[in-house]
């Protein structure tokens, strides 16, 4: 292709007539696009000997780049670069335009150092790097040559993209490869050996059948760049009509593609289809023979590539191993490959026994690949493949892998190191020692923490050991020594994490919180004078003096005087809360949840008969307050006299609208943790009816509050949480509901779309009162999962058991009805018995039904509880739902 000739708009003319130069120009450039550069640069050195002017010397250098350009065209390199350095030397004004010449000059002579050398400049100019870049897309083929040039640096951009390209295209080319194979992360869009990648994705796409991919992949390759020769051949093999004929070399690389090997891979489609369709073993097997014996004929360098491929594939459908072997006439050769491919086909699986199998063939891979120098004994690659197996071993459950490792213990034969890849922690305790990265760690804590909280503390004390200014081991530490109330050893563990990072979000939150628990903890052993000494270190902290705290802290400080009898102390501290918190009644119910929480005997609280009308109206906002001081110096169970509670629910209806998010967040946790979920029910009608963020938060609050008997209008709840919490990124949230749903529903979750959760929320807010008795509330029955219709019809249909219930003239309603007595269910119950059912199993029925009904289910719930024999009343549903209830 002519490069495109410029003069820069100047014009050429000679003293004696104007338009001479013009013509000689026009003609010379004819001459150029004609392709007679030869005959164009002898006129052009003739009109610039006549003129010798700017424009007569622009119009020569172009003529010699097209002079040059023609040379390379016809594959001569060396005389092309000659030339370069004669117009260089001559022209110093031609340097840009031969630049870029000069780059396809080398990489047309094979000199790749010398072309790729200014690459390792970082002060080379943007034109300068762009046509090396260009002469690298269009011109050099040879990738393991980039790879290896010695004139960038081995961790060149380059050099590793080549690489890593020209390992993928042998893998891509020779058998079948997965997407990671190919994924090539090393080679961006914007690399001049871009269009190497689609090339191999192409490739990978052909031999998987994927035709219209390929051809994707292949329109996106750049037209003039290397791997766009491939492309007449490529669309020959997708039998694709084809505008010009294919050159003796593509013509040929088709035939040994495709022509040849059109019987082999018609054997092994009909061997995949066995497989796949699970057919007799003797159909395989005759189909293995099959199969090899074309690939001995037709390609006999894959002949054991091929068997590899089907001994996994046969491992993988559990076929007979010794009938496999004689039909692949021998085993496939067991190195390194052999056995990556097997343990990779068995974890995919969805068998748990293949996962262990896989972990046995995983540890043989390794130390064959040891042994045949893919990697060291003790290196990286090893702690990967051992992160790897534990993740494995993960997803096997936990009784069956236990059987597993039993059974290893009881072969007396070998010890317990060689099955250590059946053991999570010795696989994670190896990865550790080869490889002490966090995230090794991190792993390993996180399944140490899933098997008991011992186990979890030894391996962060491990990761303590190997790696003392790492602060994640510190604070779980730190965090289980608080939950067992051992708060020196968390004190002791929080001096470390605060000389590493003592502006961690964790770690300031955490002193003070940690000198409650501890002088709660010494009150609770009647020794005051500890608790004194924590009170004293606690009011040195600057964030002891944030917020509420300080009311806290004189409440504190008044509980501590009551163990030691100083009454003046006392009543320092009493008037400091009052004052602090603006109400001696809130002061009396601080200091007895303080009372009660480090389990001393009960401080006298004020009796809410003595409250004033306004305090009585300020019940539910100073509930609210006091539960989150609590909660902020890590209280976990406040309690005061149930009275307080009581009289809160009666002010709740005329305070709800001056409480904010906050306030009735707090209220309703309170309320479930105190047992009331009819008040929690109310306070979440409020939340929700505040709209914003925090819905997802309050139908949380309604699922936990919901009645047993309304199992389903909980999951329902619980699962609108979880998609409007996704909508906020509320991570805290979503995890709660998500765990909400599972503890009813015993098959994978399900989810709503975000349109569903908000209409779930309509309803929620319209039904303002508690279900109590036989209240249905909302009909959510289309949202539920897998949910059967029991009328009469549609249970005919599934063989089941006629009902009582089953009559077109029985309305539902009537279980609503306040005055159905127990005579009145008998009578409508004796009219529908089933024919021949004898009278002690129709006795048993009824009492069952009305058993049902008492506890407030609907007859189709009855019906349920009988096809699932749970029982009534919700209770083995009820259970997983409500979770932890204090």
């Not at 013509?251 to 699970?278: G, M, N, Q």
């Not at 990697?375 to 459950?397: D, Q």
């Amino acid at each position: 292709m002519q490069p495109k000739l410029t003069t820069g708009g100047q014009a050429l003319c000679t003293p004696d007539n104007p338009t001479t130069g013009a013509a000689e120009e026009t003609s010379i450039r004819q001459l150029l696009a004609h392709g007679k550069s030869k005959t164009a640069l002898d006129r052009a050195k003739d009109l610039h000997k006549a003129l010798g002017s700017a424009a007569s010397e622009a119009l020569l250098i172009d003529a010699y780049a097209g002079r040059i350009q023609a040379l390379l065209d016809q594959n001569l390199a060396l005389e092309a670069k000659s030339l370069i350095e004669l117009v260089r030397g001559r022209y110093p004004s031609a340097k840009a335009r031969l630049d870029g010449l000069s780059a396809t000059s080398a990489a047309r002579a094979g000199a790749l150092d010398e072309l790729l050398a200014p690459l390792a400049d970082p002060g080379l100019g943007p034109e300068s790097r762009a046509a090396i870049e260009q002469a690298v897309q269009n011109t050099v083929a040879d990738l393991a040559a980039i790879a290896a040039c010695r004139a960038l640096p081995a961790d060149h951009s380059l050099r590793l993209a080549a690489g890593a390209l020209d390992r993928a295209f042998a893998a891509a080319a020779s058998g079948p490869v997965t997407d990671d194979e190919i994924a090539l992360p090393e080679v961006s869009h914007r690399s001049p050996l871009g269009s190497w990648k689609l090339l191999v994705r192409a490739i990978a796409l052909f031999y998987r059948g994927e035709a219209d991919s390929c051809q994707e992949c292949l329109r996106a390759i750049k037209p003039e760049s290397v791997p766009a020769r491939l492309i007449p051949a490529m669309h020959s093999m997708l039998g694709l009509k084809l505008s010009a004929p294919l050159t003796p070399a593509e013509a040929a690389l088709v035939s040994r593609t495709t022509e040849s090997s059109a019987s082999l891979r018609s054997e092994l489609e009909k061997l995949d289809h066995a497989f796949a369709d699970d057919e007799d073993e003797g159909r395989i097997f005759k189909l293995v023979r099959l199969a090899m014996q074309e690939c001995r004929r037709l390609l006999p360098d894959q002949v054991e590539t091929l068997k590899r491929l089907i001994y996994v594939r046969g491992s993988m459908n559990a076929v007979e191993g010794e009938r496999l072997t004689a039909a692949l006439q021998g085993m496939p050769r067991q190195d390194a490959s052999f056995f990556r491919a097997l343990a990779h086909g068995m974890e995919t699986t969805s068998d748990t026994e293949d996962l262990a199998m896989a972990c046995e063939y995983w540890d043989e891979f390794r130390q064959r690949a040891v042994r045949e120098g893919w990697f060291g004994a003790k290196g990286m690659e090893v702690a990967t493949l051992y992160i790897h197996m534990a993740g494995l071993l993960r997803r096997i459950p936990e009784d069956e892998l236990r059987d597993l490792q039993r059974e290893s213990r009881s072969n007396r034969k070998l010890g317990l190191d060689d099955f250590f890849f059946l053991f999570p922690e010795k696989l994670y305790e190896r990865a550790c020692v080869l490889d002490p990265h966090p995230e090794i760690f991190s792993q390993w804590l996180s399944w140490a923490v899933q098997e008991s909280a011992h186990k979890g503390e030894d391996v962060a004390k491990a990761w303590h050991k190997i790696r003392p200014m790492d602060i994640e081991p510190l604070l779980y530490l730190l965090q289980a020594a608080e939950k067992r109330h051992a708060f020196p050893s968390a004190l002791t563990y929080l001096d470390k994490a605060e000389r590493i990072d003592a502006v961690h979000s964790v770690v300031r939150a955490s002193r003070l919180r940690l000198l409650t628990g501890s002088a709660l903890r010494h009150l609770e052993q009647k020794k005051p004078h500890l608790a004194a000494e924590k009170l004293k270190t606690m009011a040195a902290l600057p964030q002891s003096r944030q917020g509420d705290r300080p009311a806290f802290m004189a409440a504190l400080g008044y509980v501590i005087a009551v163990e030691q009898g100083d009454v003046r102390v006392m009543d320092d501290r009493r008037a400091e809360t009052c004052r602090l918190l603006d109400s001696d009644k809130a002061a009396g119910m601080l200091v007895c949840g303080i009372s009660a929480a480090a389990k001393r005997r009960p401080v006298e609280a004020p009796l809410v008969e003595n409250f004033s009308l306004a305090e009585r109206s300020a019940l539910p906002a100073q509930i609210a307050r006091l539960v989150a001081i609590a909660k902020d110096v890590g209280i976990k169970k406040f309690y005061f006299p149930v009275p307080y509670l009581e009289e809160a629910i009666r002010q709740f209806p005329r305070a709800s609208g001056s409480l904010d998010i906050g306030q009735l967040r707090t209220l309703a946790e309170t309320a479930l943790a105190m047992g009331n979920d009819k008040f929690a029910y109310a306070v979440s009608a409020e939340g929700l009816s505040r709209g914003g963020d925090a819905e997802a938060r309050f139908l949380v609050l309604r699922a936990r509050s919901m009645p047993e008997r309304q199992a389903d209008r909980h999951v329902i709840c619980a699962a609108a949480a979880a998609e409007l919490a996704r909508s906020h990124r509320d991570m805290e949230t979503i995890g709660e509901a998500v765990d909400l749903v599972r503890g009813v529903v015993d098959s994978d979750p399900f989810t709503l779309t975000l349109d569903q959760a908000r209409e779930v929320v309509r309803k929620e807010i319209a039904a303002s009162d508690y279900p109590g008795g036989n209240s249905r509330g909302p009909d959510y029955s289309a949202l539920l999962p897998g949910k059967l219709c029991n009328c009469p019809e549609c249970r005919r249909a599934r063989g089941e058991m006629p009902s009582p219930f089953d009559d077109d003239d029985f309305d539902e309603k009537d279980f609503d009805d306040e005055d159905f007595s127990d005579e009145k269910m008998e009578r409508m119950f004796n009219e529908r018995v089933p024919e021949g059912m004898p009278p002690e199993l129709a006795q048993m029925l009824f009492e069952v039904l009305k058993e049902g009904y008492r506890n407030g289910l609907s007859p189709d719930e009855i019906l349920e509880g009988l096809e699932d024999m749970g029982g009534f009343g919700g209770s083995s549903r009820g259970k997983g739902k409500k979770g932890k209830r204090t």
